[in-house]
Nanobody
Framework: QVQVVESGGGLVQAGGSLRLSCAASGRTFSGYVMGWFRQAPGKEREFVAAITWSAGSTYYADSVKGRFTISRDNAKNTGYLQMNSLKPEDTAVYYC????????????????????WGQGAQVTVSS
């Protein structure tokens, strides 16, 4: 079994920054891709960013490109989402997910690619 735990959410003013962390643990973790998704009240869960564990290739939703940066520390089995220039529309519960199976990058935006999910971290951006 693999556990995925997010941390680092909170309340920030528009224009501010937050960093989310995602720690994966349990058995010998050998993930293929880590993704971040978010869900705002009344909306569907949407893809934010993804990174492959081995190569470190990154992928972003257009809405966050240039403002958010995804990274990972393989030695710690931990991923990060640095969020800068935050906007009120970024307010959502952010979920980290780990995908264990090899997949084409075009599928990284689909929640079906991921096997384990964290409990979510609330990010609130005030105007």
């Amino acid at each position: 079994q693999v556990q995925v735990v997010e941390s680092g959410g909170g309340l920030v003013q528009a224009g501010g920054s937050l960093r989310l962390s995602c720690a994966a643990s349990g058995r010998t973790f050998s993930g293929y891709v880590m993704g971040w998704f978010r869900q705002a009240p009344g909306k569907e869960r949407e893809f934010v960013a993804a990174i492959t564990w081995s190569a470190g290739s990154t992928y972003y939703a257009d809405s966050v490109k240039g403002r958010f940066t995804i990274s990972r520390d393989n030695a710690k089995n931990t991923g990060y989402l640095q969020m800068n220039s935050l906007k009120p529309e970024d307010t959502a519960v952010y979920y980290c997910a780990a995908g264990l199976r090899r997949a084409l990058s075009l599928y990284f935006r689909s929640s079906k690619t991921y096997d384990y999910w964290g409990q979510g971290a609330q990010v609130t951006v005030s105007s």
